[in-house]
Nanobody
Framework: QVQLVESGGGLVQAGGSLRLSCAAS????????MGWFRQAPGKEREFVAS?????YYADSVKGRFTISRDNAENTLYLQMNSLKVEDTAVYYC?????????????????WGQGTQVTVSS
């Protein structure tokens, strides 16, 4: 099993920045791709970004968010800049086995509990 624990969420004004972290533990050698998803109230959980050998972003965050990974520390990051009110959501860290990148929820076997990000106007 792989355990994922997110941190770094909070309340920020529009235009501000936040950095999310996700600490992975357990059988982390099974993990090849890690990603971030988010879920706003009343909406489906959606892909934000993923990282393996390359990085991939949803169009809505491209140019504002940066995903990175510290393999030595088994930690995933999401640097979020120029935040907008519509970025408000619970952000989830996720991990999958296999090197194929994916933006589909069902491809990720491991999930964190989520961290709330609230952007005020």
């Amino acid at each position: 099993q792989v355990q994922l624990v997110e941190s770094g969420g909070g309340l920020v004004q529009a235009g501000g920045s936040l950095r999310l972290s996700c600490a992975a533990s357990g059988r982390t050698f099974r993990v090849d791709v890690m990603g971030w998803f988010r879920q706003a109230p009343g909406k489906e959980r959606e892909f934000v970004a993923s990282i393996s050998w390359n990085t991939y972003y949803a169009d809505s965050v491209k140019g504002r968010f940066t995903i990175s990974r510290d393999n030595a520390e088994n930690t995933l990051y999401l640097q979020m800049n120029s935040l907008k009110v519509e970025d408000t959501a619970v952000y989830y860290c996720a991990a999958k086995e296999g090197l194929s990148p994916s933006s589909r929820r069902r491809d990720y076997a491991y999930w964190g509990q989520g961290t709330q990000v609230t952007v005020s106007s």
